[in-house]
């Protein structure tokens, strides 16, 4: 973790409102899914995630196994409820190694999964920074969807691209890890987002 006297720049909200996964259901009844209050990484899929275990394989290594053990974390993966069977078979070739308890399947129709995804990125049409099946999204506590407004080359990056090791290993871990620090000093009453602003500005001038 970052240390609490050490300035950062919180990560962007770059969406607020996002939608619950209530039209979502998983494989066990007595399972509830919830974002609120969650720092959560989703992954949204219209076809069988097993043609993405390595998509899968990428989020795991380079994303849950660092975030795991952050008290309120969650992955979640968003898949057709005709591909139930897939996932045992996905936590058989990944779990061998790494406990999945805070992985969660839930599953829904293709036409709701669309539905869900239009809704994720309205408002960022044509943005490449969003994609079924090979991108993951950071939604905070409050339903925010994170990111960065002014990435490099001045591009947005509000979804992971969960084929790009090189941006997964460079920017992921760093943007969970500034995102669960805001929530650190939330806590302990150390986080002023308006302070952190000002003293930025004063480093630019």
Partial sequence: ????????????????????????????????VVLKGHISLVMLFDEDPIQHVTEISNVNEKAYKWA????????????PEEYKESEPIIREKIGEYVDLKYWTFVFGSNDDIHKYYQNLKQGFDNDTTFGLNTHFYI??????????????????????????????????VSDLRILFQEYRDKRSGKFNSDQRRLKELSDEE
């Fill in 139 to 172: 939604i905070d506590k409050e339903l925010g969807l994170r990111g960065r407004k002014d990435d490099e080359k001045g591009m947005p990056l509000y979804g992971y691209d969960a084929t790009n090791i090189s941006e997964l290993h460079k920017k992921v």
């Fill in 1 to 32: 973790m970052l240390s609490s006297k050490h300035y950062y720049t919180p990560l962007d909200v770059v969406k607020t409102d996002i939608q619950e996964l209530g039209d979502f259901k998983p494989a066990t009844d007595t399972m509830q």
């Fill in 68 to 79: 795991k053990g952050y008290k309120g974390f969650q992955l979640i993966f968003v898949v």
